[in-house]
């Protein structure tokens, strides 16, 4: 008999928890349509991209695509985004604990499905829809956006015609999200009738909140984004009344924007660097580069550091845009040995890096990195984070992110179950 790909990978990486394999596992390879999926796409939170059947694919619907549930909540707690594929050799069906992740026929783990909260159905008092206020919720996190839109898609090199965003980046694109949201090019300001609005759902949703996160799109400048979080911060501040954590996650700010940030009730801060490697990291973030550039990056982090804490810092990187990107690593040791390095820069001065993957997005990188490889570098880089932080006295979960609503990185799972 055929071993499954579960106990492959369990024999494989004897060292690394059960869940956290199935998590990355599905990360990767996402589950087959059932129709226990489409049943809790009316109840579950919803997915943003629908499941899209294949030619030839069973497809008892009789549609082309189907809402499906966005988070699945695994047996332990942890958090996976959910992928809609054809062809993976997972799926979801009913059993006697509720629901269960099945590999063929074989039941890997029970799981559950991360339900709409009940703000999802109320009105703000204004009587707009909540779920429009720029806010979203992954398990014990609520997400602040009131300007999703990043500016760097509207600026262009002129010497090379190249667009400043980050290589990786769609979901930063100005589109009808910043209309409805009413945010403005190059003002900082949100204006106070959206942010009434996104203070209403945050009190509403608080009892059931462990993280408040901030964020938006990127601006040109710095100190103009610096104001709007300020703004974002003293409005959240007068509603956060049992002292929720909060995490700044904007560009990396100067000192005196941070320092009132403190004042206006953040606790930490999350400074996103993508990629390590600095010639990669001009390539594929070129707008950081131009607009903010690495050594205000590097130190917005390092103030962060002092006024926040060690441990109350963090930074998200791309795992895989190192060799993904023209001209980047030709193998993943080599991309693994640059995220190494980073991770020993950012960990000793107490900075907690955290990744998500990307997957081959070019016919090229696709065939020269086969998804196997991909998942072998990916859990290869966590397990070797887990080491790191270890030897410089960091962990997971911090005040702002845990195993419940990390849904997309591995590094909360690895330090919950090897703690
Ligand atoms: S800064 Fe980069 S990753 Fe962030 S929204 Fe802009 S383009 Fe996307």
Redesign the pocket.
């Known amino acids: 008999m055929k071993e499954s790909r579960i106990r492959h990978l369990q024999n494989k990486y004897p060292d690394v928890p059960l869940p956290v394999l199935i998590k990355a596992e599905l990360l990767f390879n996402g589950v087959r349509y059932t129709p226990e999926l489409g049943e809790a796409g009316a109840w579950a939170i919803p997915n943003w991209h629908p499941y899209r059947f294949q030619e030839g694919e069973e497809n008892p619907t009789g549609k082309d695509s189907v809402n499906i549930p966005y988070l699945i909540i695994l047996e332990g707690g942890g958090l996976v985004r959910i992928l809609g594929n054809g062809n993976s050799p997972y799926n979801i069906v009913r059993d006697i604990d509720g629901y269960a992740l099945m590999e063929q026929d074989e039941k890997i783990t029970t799981i559950d499905f991360q339900k709409k909260p009940l703000w999802h159905k109320k009105n703000t008092s204004d009587g707009t829809p909540m779920v429009q206020a720029g806010a979203t919720q992954h398990c014990d996190m609520l997400i602040l956006n009131p300007t999703p839109g990043?500016e760097?898609?509207l600026y262009t090199n002129e010497q090379t015609g190249e667009n400043y965003?980050?290589k990786?980046?769609h979901?930063?694109v100005p589109d009808k999200r910043t209309k409805i949201l009413g945010q403005k090019s190059g003002i900082g300001d949100i204006s106070s009738e959206h942010l009434n609005r996104l203070m209403e759902v945050c009190a509403e949703a608080s009892p059931a909140i462990k993280h408040f996160y901030l964020v938006g799109?990127?601006m040109t400048d710095i100190d103009e984004e610096g104001r709007r979080y300020l703004q974002l911060a003293e409005a959240l501040q007068k509603v956060n009344k049992s002292n929720i954590p909060v995490c700044c996650g904007s560009?990396s700010l100067k000192r005196d924007a941070l320092l009132r940030l403190r004042d206006a009730g953040v606790t930490g801060a999350c400074f996103?660097l993508?990629v390590w490697d600095e010639d990669i990291w001009k390539r594929a973030?070129p707008?950081?580069a131009h607009f903010t550039g690495r050594e205000q990056w590097l130190k917005g982090l390092t103030d962060a550091v002092e006024i926040f804490g060690r441990g109350n810092v963090m930074s998200a990187f791309v795992a895989g845009i190192e060799f993904n990107i023209e001209k980047g690593f030709g193998n993943t040791d080599e991309a693994l040995q640059s995220c190494v390095n980073g991770a020993e820069w950012l960990l000793r001065h107490g900075i907690l890096p955290l990744y998500s993957i990307q997957w081959p997005f070019t016919s090229a990188s696709a065939k020269k990195f086969p998804l196997d490889s991909v998942l072998d570098y990916f859990i290869r880089l966590n397990a070797s984070q887990a080491g790191l932080r270890k030897k410089y006295g960091l962990a997971f979960p911090n005040d702002f992110v845990c195993h419940r609503c990390t849904y997309m990185q591995l590094e909360c799972d690895f330090d919950f179950y090897l703690k």
């Open positions: 990043c760097y898609f965003r980050c990786f980046c979901y930063g799109g990127s560009s996103n993508e973030c707008g950081k």
